[in-house]
């Protein structure tokens, strides 16, 4: 730091504020983004309503979008069963027979599982397990 020999005693000293930062919520950037993608040629006019840069808007589009995308790939839920009837078969089943039932379960990737007969519940778990990709809830 320098040092002067003759410095002036300051008689008033003011402090100019040049662009500090401004905090945006969550919900704040995802109303900007939303109104910014409702028509073409829409985030010029919206960054420039809320006194943002378009490459600003454009870095919370992408992260909305990353984020949407990214929750639907983890949404794990349950789909509703269907009790069908089992088709007629050539030769009807032994009657009182154990575990002469089916069971259908189609995963929300498109990938369908049918398991007929008696089937222990780890082996099932197993099964399911190896169809979803090894996610277990």
């Known amino acids: 730091m320098d040092s002067h020999t003759r410095s002036a005693q300051v008689e008033r000293l003011e402090v100019v504020e040049t662009g500090r930062r401004r905090r945006w919520s969550e919900d704040e950037k995802l109303k900007i983004v939303l109104e910014s993608l409702q028509a073409p040629r829409q985030v010029s006019a919206t960054a420039r309503r809320y006194g943002l840069s378009r490459s600003q808007l454009h870095q919370w589009q992408r992260s909305f979008r990353a984020e949407r995308e990214g929750a639907a790939e983890q949404q794990i839920g349950f789909v509703p069963a269907v009790v ?42 197993a099964a399911v397990v190896a169809l979803i990709g090894g996610r277990q809830r």
Do not use: K, N, W, Y
Request: glycine share 12%.
């Open 84 to 125: 069908a009837p089992e088709p007629e078969a050539a030769a009807p089943a032994p009657t009182g027979s154990a575990g002469c039932g089916a069971i259908e379960i189609e995963f929300a990737s498109g990938a369908r599982m049918r398991v007929t007969g008696a089937v222990d519940q780890a082996t099932l778990t």
